[in-house]
């Protein structure tokens, strides 16, 4: 059977990709699918799953420091890398093993090769074979970006490069602040490295609540965790196995390995677009498409991280489900992109859905914050001095909690059960008539009951003491601090 014409070219075998193979497939389309590296795809291959293994790993030292406040005595631990790397791997390979299984099994063709536009409608793959395709999809995804060049860039790791290290660095300096920064200095520091972290801004974390900010701060200073804010890399010089770092305010750290984690570019080198007339960011590089994922050329389309959107492996999923079911299944089907769920696997864990606290007053006259910070209770014999925050936003004028934000283990499986609440336009009425599941530290989230702080915007006054809310002073400033909830 010759592929030399389809229905679906799709470029880049990651999540995405995969799902509107899949999908397409399953509508009765012929779909090829090429992939330059591994079936999988960033969240596969280099980046969700593998960092969660590594998450789970840099968890163990805590636990059994834990243990010893329930009775347990741990005469002698050893942790080897390499094992850990190993059975990594080998899961990994397992994965991929399986979605490539899935998708031949669909029908789809799967191309080990590096696809480049000929023209708006055909490709040329790696191996010299050129396919036309009536559709074509790209999902291509992100890579890492170090930024500008400097000197001694080539003695920098990227995020890709963490899961093939040979050895546990003992200590590392991670660049950045966002969430895979904070996640990958969380891990080393977890498996014993001395990690410093540093960051150009002022505070890590950049787009989330600032009360999340700042607890989950003092959690990684806590930990041992050296943050340097106003801070960059400037150079780096090799020494036999190790790398002087020279920071921008002119000191010095000397470190087994730099990891640069300062955010993601879309992945579209080489790929020949302007050969297809695609229009692209000017700024970021990314594929520029409308709500339906359509490019500039109507029959070519683009999903994932190579968007710059939300770039998230659910998202991507949903984005190639929909895109399947909208092209070849004839349904008429958009992605909300609203009160999406996320989730940062520092430790503790951040679970985050909806709106920030700075966004929400942005947005609405009248905001409510419920907020508590407690020592949970396995730390009460544990004796660790790890915090737990969460917090709720609230549109005071209509009671519906716009934001939930959590610090704690297991904030993510928290979150994502709020994200549903949130998404259904839960009240705080809501949640206080839910019954609370005891002894755990989710029921706080249905058992704060005054507010910690109530802001109103200049000129709402009269419209806040109208609202179902007890009576109160307002200050000049329209904001009424509460006492925290603590324990």
Same mark, same amino acid.
């Given at each position: 059977?010759?592929w030399?014409e389809?229905d679906? @070219?799709?470029?880049?075998?990651?999540?995405?990709?995969?799902?509107?193979a899949?999908?397409? +497939?399953? %509508?009765?389309?012929?779909v090829?699918i090429?992939e330059?590296?591994?079936v999988g795809g960033?969240?596969? $291959?280099?980046g969700c799953?593998?960092?969660?293994l590594?998450?789970?790993?840099?968890h163990?030292?805590d636990?059994?420091?834990?243990a010893?406040? @329930?009775?347990?005595?741990?005469?002698?631990t050893e942790?080897?890398?390499?094992?850990? $790397? +190993?059975?990594?791997?080998?899961?990994?390979?397992r994965?991929?093993?399986a %979605?490539t299984?899935n998708?031949?099994?669909?029908?789809?063709?799967?191309?080990? #090769?590096?696809?480049?536009f000929?023209d708006a409608?055909c490709?040329?793959l790696s191996?010299?074979?050129?396919?036309? #395709?009536?559709?074509?999809l790209i999902?291509?995804?992100?890579?890492?970006?170090?930024?500008?060049a400097?000197?001694?860039?080539?003695?920098?790791?990227?995020?890709?490069?963490?899961?093939?290290l040979?050895?546990?660095?003992?200590?590392?300096?991670?660049?950045?602040g966002g %969430?895979?920064?904070?996640?990958?200095?969380?891990?080393? +520091?977890?498996?014993?490295?001395?990690v410093?972290l540093?960051?150009?801004?002022d505070n890590?974390?950049r787009g989330?609540?600032e009360d999340v900010?700042?607890?989950?701060?003092?959690?990684?200073?806590?930990?041992?965790?050296?943050l340097?804010m106003?801070? =960059?890399v400037a150079?780096?010089?090799?020494?036999?196995?190790?790398?002087?770092?020279?920071l921008s305010?002119?000191?010095?750290?000397?470190?087994d390995e730099?990891?640069?984690a300062?955010?993601?570019?879309?992945n579209i080198?080489?790929?020949?677009l /302007?050969?297809?007339?695609? !229009?692209l960011?000017?700024?970021s590089?990314?594929?520029?498409?409308n709500? &339906?994922?359509?490019t500039?050329?109507p029959?070519i389309f683009a999903?994932g991280?190579v968007?710059?959107?939300?770039?998230?492996?659910?998202?991507a999923?949903?984005?190639?489900?929909?895109?399947a079911?909208?092209?070849?299944?004839a349904?008429s089907v958009e992605?909300? %992109?609203?009160?999406?769920p996320?989730?940062? @696997?520092s430790?503790?864990q $951040?679970?985050?859905?909806?709106?920030?606290?700075a966004?929400a007053r942005?947005r609405?006259?009248?905001?409510d914050?419920?907020? =508590?910070?407690?020592?949970p209770l396995? #730390?009460?014999?544990s004796?660790?001095?790890?915090r =737990?925050l969460?917090k709720?936003?609230?549109?005071a004028s209509t009671g519906?909690?716009?934001?939930c934000?959590?610090?704690?283990p297991?904030?993510a /499986?928290i979150?994502?059960?709020?994200?549903?609440?949130?998404?259904?336009?839960?009240?705080?009425?809501d949640?206080?008539?839910?019954? !609370?599941l005891?002894? =755990?530290?989710a029921?706080e989230?249905?058992t &704060?009951?005054e507010?910690?702080?109530?802001?109103?915007r200049?000129?709402?006054?009269?419209s806040f003491?109208?609202c179902?809310?007890?009576?109160?002073?307002?200050?000049?400033s329209?904001? $009424?601090?509460?006492?925290?909830?603590?324990?």
């Amino acid at each position: 059977m010759s592929w030399s014409e389809v229905d679906l @070219f799709i470029i880049g075998g990651g999540s995405g990709g995969v799902r509107a193979a899949r999908i397409a +497939a399953s %509508y009765g389309a012929r779909v090829l699918i090429a992939e330059e590296y591994r079936v999988g795809g960033t969240c596969v $291959i280099r980046g969700c799953v593998p960092k969660k293994l590594m998450v789970y790993a840099s968890h163990i030292p805590d636990e059994m420091r834990d243990a010893v406040g @329930f009775g347990w005595t741990i005469s002698s631990t050893e942790f080897d890398w390499a094992t850990l $790397i +190993a059975n990594k791997n080998s899961e990994i390979a397992r994965l991929e093993a399986a %979605y490539t299984t899935n998708l031949e099994k669909s029908g789809v063709r799967v191309v080990k #090769a590096r696809a480049q536009f000929e023209d708006a409608h055909c490709l040329r793959l790696s191996s010299g074979e050129i396919v036309r #395709a009536k559709y074509i999809l790209i999902a291509t995804g992100g890579a890492p970006d170090k930024g500008a060049a400097f000197p001694g860039i080539e003695h920098v790791i990227s995020s890709n490069d963490v899961f093939d290290l040979p050895n546990l660095p003992r200590r590392v300096l991670v660049q950045g602040g966002g %969430y895979i920064a904070v996640e990958f200095a969380c891990i080393f +520091a977890g498996l014993g490295s001395e990690v410093t972290l540093a960051y150009r801004g002022d505070n890590i974390l950049r787009g989330f609540d600032e009360d999340v900010r700042l607890h989950v701060r003092g959690e990684l200073e806590k930990s041992g965790i050296k943050l340097l804010m106003r801070s =960059t890399v400037a150079k780096v010089e090799r020494c036999a196995d190790q790398r002087i770092v020279c920071l921008s305010g002119g000191s010095r750290v000397l470190v087994d390995e730099v990891l640069f984690a300062i955010g993601r570019r879309p992945n579209i080198q080489g790929l020949g677009l /302007e050969k297809a007339g695609v !229009a692209l960011n000017p700024v970021s590089g990314a594929v520029l498409v409308n709500n &339906m994922a359509q490019t500039s050329v109507p029959h070519i389309f683009a999903i994932g991280d190579v968007t710059d959107r939300i770039n998230l492996t659910p998202v991507a999923v949903r984005e190639g489900q929909a895109f399947a079911d909208r092209v070849f299944g004839a349904r008429s089907v958009e992605v909300d %992109y609203g009160d999406v769920p996320t989730a940062v @696997f520092s430790q503790p864990q $951040i679970g985050a859905v909806g709106l920030t606290e700075a966004q929400a007053r942005d947005r609405f006259p009248l905001v409510d914050i419920y907020k =508590t910070t407690f020592k949970p209770l396995k #730390a009460t014999l544990s004796g660790s001095a790890s915090r =737990t925050l969460m917090k709720l936003v609230v549109d005071a004028s209509t009671g519906r909690i716009l934001g939930c934000h959590v610090v704690s283990p297991d904030a993510a /499986e928290i979150v994502q059960m709020a994200a549903v609440a949130i998404r259904m336009k839960a009240t705080k009425e809501d949640f206080d008539s839910t019954m !609370a599941l005891h002894p =755990t530290s989710a029921e706080e989230l249905v058992t &704060m009951r005054e507010p910690f702080a109530r802001h109103v915007r200049q000129g709402e006054e009269k419209s806040f003491r109208s609202c179902e809310q007890p009576d109160c002073a307002l200050s000049q400033s329209g904001h $009424i601090a509460a006492s925290p909830k603590s324990a």
